[in-house]
Each structure stands twice: as structure tokens, then as C-alpha cells.
């Protein structure tokens, strides 16, 4: 029951009062999100609730983020270039005034580089995923997808007409046996993955799915959305450094991360980009990023193509915290720059976070739903700008401070 300004006493609604004891049971579980208080972003910290943090929660994986020296000159040249610095806003969709020029250059940038026929940029990862497959598919098709595949990718999936499956994570054996089943029984049967998986960090086995798409006919998408940046002798993501690009129908991948922008883009065969243009939804009905976003996004791209030392170091980090939180009884799956730390109860992932913080890192709690009952975890986004006493500090505290 509430009091209205004037004193009058006003009934609640039964969703105001179902929705307040499911806050009240996550705070009981210690599953209750708040935003953070971010503020400035100084090379790697980060400023959260006042104090300077190492930031260890952050995708910006070769630190382009951070570099104000780039940012700086590309400012700099806008400003030289004598031509309309790229507006904040377009206005409306791409199909109407929102096509700017700078679309299309960042498009034959990013077909170029992967070699493709195609590119296609969109507003962000979660527009891609949610797009893509119903655009595609109708209902005499199945799509076959990885059990710990992104919600993005999901929520596409149930958006869909089309049937689906949701394969044991990882296991190439059991997605065989879906395509075996499948045989003869639909127009078109689709494979999605990521290649780098969010939350436990580790790698699809990308060349044995190459070999089920093309022994089974079927397509495959493969996001990239945490491969990009981190792999490949470009940047290009999993499917660059294994040499298998080629052989994917649509490679997914986003800026938002190690490319240190905002929307997404996917590489494909010239036919289907025309396809999404007239029928993906989520491409038609927003209005486009603004021009100055696709500008800093191509300025992006081509930094990163060049940023092989910077992997490099990525992957050395990587491996020296993985190693030394194992070597200390830990529970680390995974094997790229995400570097889970599996602590079992959301309490002690809560504790460990807020040990963290008091000695000076950010890194966050990742718990139920996002993660199954009884795994909540430590995440680490690790970035190139790192130094190798920071991992050396982190696993020090670990250590000393588990739960």
C-alpha cells in the first residue's frame, strides 16, 4: 500500500508487489545487481565508487580504449582534413538518410581483410545475433546450437519460425548425431557458435564443426564477438589464425570489444548481405549508429590489424595467470584471455569480488542465471596494457584472500 502526494492511500498492483519479494530473494542469495559508479578511465584503471582500480572487468582487450594518443590524433586529422567532421547523429535508418559514406568505406575495409565478397555493419552484437537467423530461417529449418552459446544468440534463435536444438557444450560428437538425425528432414539445417565462449573462456573445435557443416550441407555462423582482436595474425579472430574463414558461411564480429567502438559487423557471400538488407528486421527498423561512431570504428579496425605485439603479450598474460591460479588449487577452465575462476557459491564469488576491490582491482561476480547453479565465478578480462606484476599481484591476493 502507498501514500499518493495528496494522502490518499493507493492499491498496489499485484506485479508491483510479485516483482519486490523477487528483489528481495536476490539480495537473499546474494544475486542482486546494482550499476556501478564508473567513473574516468586512466590506461588501465579504471575509477569505480571513487578509488582508481586496476580494471580487470573490462573487453577492451588491446587497451585501444585507453589510448588517448590515437583518439587524439584522429581528432586531430578530422580537424585538418578541412571536410564536416562525422555527425553524432544519423538521424534515421540506413535504408533512409542514415547510409553515411563512412558505412560503406568501413565495410570494404573490413570484406578486404577478411577477404570476403561482403561485409555488414549493425548496431551492436545483440542486433546482429537477434537478426541474423530470423532473417534466414523459416520453419522447415533447424538450427543446432551450443548450449553456452550468448543469450544474444538465443534470443535470436527463439525469435526464429524455425525449429532448434541446443547441443552439449562443446561436444562435437552429440552435435553429429543432431545432424545425423537431421538428414533429409529440412531445407536447410544451421550451425551457430561463438568461438570464444564468454564465460568459461575457451575455444569452439572449429575445424572438426568445418568438417560437420561441410559434410552435412550445412550453414554455419560463427561469432566472434570475443575472438576478434585477440586472434588471428590481423585480428580477424579464430577463423583467421586456423586458416578457416573461407569455409564459413557468416563470420560475426563486434567493435564494442577489442576494437574499442560500438556496433557489429558480419562477413559473408555477396547474396546473402542483399538478403539481410531487405529482410533482417533489426537492421531496418533502428536508426543508424551516427557517423562519427562508423568513423572511429574504421579508425579502429585498421589500428588493430597491426597490433601483433600487442597479441602477443595478451596471450602471455593470459597463460601466466591461468597457470598460476591452477598451480594454487583453483578451478580455471578456459584457455584465451577470458579467465574464469570458478568458486562454486554466489557467496564466496561475492566475498572474493569485494576482497578484490579492497586491494585495489575490479573484477566482478558472475552468478546464476548467466552462469548454472552452483558455478558463479570470478571473470578476468585481461587487456594488452597490463603489466606482468599485475598478474603477479592478482594471484598473490587470490591466494591470500580465498574464501
Known sequence: MNVTGDGARAVSMPVEEEIARELDALKARQRYRVLPDIGARAGRFIEVGGRQLLNLSSNDYLGIG???ELLDSWLQRLEDSGLDAPAFTSASSRLLTGNHPLYGELERAIAGAYG????LVFNSGYHANTGIL????????????????????IDGIRIAEAEYRRYRHADMDHLEELLDAATGRYRQVFLVTES???MDGDLVDLRR???????YGAFLIVDEAHGVGAYGPKGLGLSEELGLSGDIDIVVGTFGKAFASAGAYAVMRGIFREYLVNTMRTLIFTTALPPVSVGWSLETFRRQLGMQEARAHLRVLSSKLRDGLRSAGFDVPGQSQIVPVVL??????VAMAGALRQEGFHALPVRPPTVPENSARMRFSLRADLLIEDIDALVETMVRRRP
Open 209 to 215: 564443426l568445418v568438417d560437420l557443416k561441410k559434410r
Open 66 to 68: 585507453a589510448d588517448r
Open 196 to 198: 570464444v565462449f564468454s
Open 116 to 119: 570476403s565478397e561482403a561485409a
Open 344 to 349: 562454486g557459491e554466489d557467496r564466496n564469488a
Open 134 to 153: 530470423p532473417a534466414l530461417c523459416n520453419r522447415h529449418d533447424l538450427i543446432l546450437c551450443d548450449r553456452l552459446n550468448h543469450a544474444s544468440i
